[in-house]
């Protein structure tokens, strides 16, 4: 075994897209940040707003529908932001999105944990000195 994978943890969590509970290394799972408060991506309520979007209407996020939950009225997007923590996304959840995106015309621009394995320098999940 490679000497860089020898500190290899893995946890056990639900994905925030699917909810289906999954095993994932937190160094190099897919992951969004979502605002605990309101259990949504901040950026996605500030581009949803862009669009002139609000609380109810619906809209496509990574291969699935969601309707903007009502919370997003008067909401404090980067207030958000700095309470938002990283919530883990599924492989599969990761290949739909990359399919929605294709049939939109655009990139298919999301990797998988393991795609992230060979790509990426591991994310330091623990802070500073570990």
């Not at 075994?1 to 289906?20: E, I, K, P, R």
């Not at 095993?23 to 949803?48: G, K, M």
């Amino acid at each position: 075994m490679d000497d860089q994978y020898a500190h290899v943890l893995a946890l056990g969590a639900s994905c925030w897209q699917c909810g289906n509970p999954f095993a994932f290394d937190p160094q190099f799972v897919p992951s969004v940040f979502v605002d605990p408060e309101i259990n949504f991506p901040p950026d996605v309520v500030a581009v949803a707003r862009q669009a002139g979007r609000g609380p109810g209407d619906r809209v496509d996020l990574w291969g699935k529908v969601y309707e903007l939950p009502a919370s997003i009225e008067g909401y404090d997007v980067e207030a958000g932001k700095r309470r938002a923590v990283l919530q883990p996304l599924c492989d599969p959840c990761i290949q739909r999105a990359n399919e929605a995106n294709q049939r939109n015309g655009l990139p298919a621009q999301f990797t998988t944990e393991e795609q992230n394995r060979r790509t990426r320098l591991p994310r330091d999940v623990f802070g500073p000195g570990g």
